[in-house]
């Protein structure tokens, strides 16, 4: 299977602790993309990433929330003293822009966290 | 604010019938739409999309017109299958500002047998 691989698929964490996803996204897609769903919403766009440089953040993730593509493949995403209100899908796309015109992203299963 | 508005959150057609899911949006930046299906417990699958320089793209059953002066898309699905039931979401972007995608908050599309 080639697409957007994403692990774990399942966390469920304690109030203040440390977590971190991992995303493995289509093979030399060159753009990587982190999102965030909740119930009955659509996903909101979190963070994205061209090659390895980290080229947008929304302010929908504070400083407890870093991510890392470190050679431009697989990405992190670590949210440090979680809260309850970071119970959400986690998901992670990625695409291959090679024109203006075309940025199709292609998403992986997802991470769902729940924060008890 | 919403800037991609998907009103209905959930329609029922019969089996072989057409369904038509519609999407509405605000922002006139927006120059790229798609349209993506979800099952439960798995990620948003790509259906099919549309550049603003066009108003109309086919892909089998799946149809997507989109109207820029009413700031208006609707896919058609022709016939439907009881395997389209999913939520659908519209998302919409603009290509030559930033990459992220908008979503709208889904339409739940039932196909009764």
């Known amino acids: 299977d080639t697409g957007v691989s994403q692990d774990p698929r399942h966390k469920i964490t304690k109030r203040g602790q440390n977590v971190t996803f991992r995303c493995d996204p289509i093979s030399e897609h060159n753009r990587l993309y982190w999102y965030r769903q909740t119930l009955g919403q659509g996903p909101e766009f979190l963070t994205y990433?061209?090659?390895?440089?980290?080229?947008?953040k929304s302010r929908l993730l504070s400083d407890r929330f870093s991510a890392e593509r470190p050679k431009g493949s697989f990405s992190t995403l670590e949210i440090q003293r979680t809260e309850q209100g970071d119970s959400a899908m986690y998901l992670c796309?990625?695409?291959?822009?090679?024109?203006?015109?075309?940025?199709?992203?292609?998403f992986g299963p997802g991470t769902r966290l729940t924060v008890l | 604010d919403q800037q991609v508005k998907q009103n209905s959150p959930s329609l029922s057609v019969q089996e072989g019938r057409i369904s038509i899911l519609n999407c509405d949006y605000t922002n006139s930046m927006f120059d790229y739409f798609l349209w993506y299906k979800k099952y439960p417990a798995e990620g948003p699958t790509f259906l099919i999309s549309?550049?603003?320089?066009?108003d109309k793209n086919e892909d089998g059953r799946f149809t997507v017109f989109l109207n820029k002066s009413a700031k208006h898309l609707s896919l058609h699905i022709v016939p439907s299958q009881p395997g389209d039931s999913a939520v659908y979401f519209c998302?919409?972007?603009?290509?030559?500002?930033?990459?992220?995608?908008?979503f709208g908050t889904g339409t739940r599309l039932k196909v009764l047998a």
């Open positions: 549309i550049s603003s320089i066009k």
């Open positions: 796309a990625s695409s291959l822009v090679t024109s203006p015109r075309d940025d199709t992203q292609y």
């Open positions: 998302a919409a972007t603009s290509l030559s500002g930033t990459y992220k995608y908008i």
């Open positions: 990433f061209q090659n390895e440089a980290q080229l947008e």
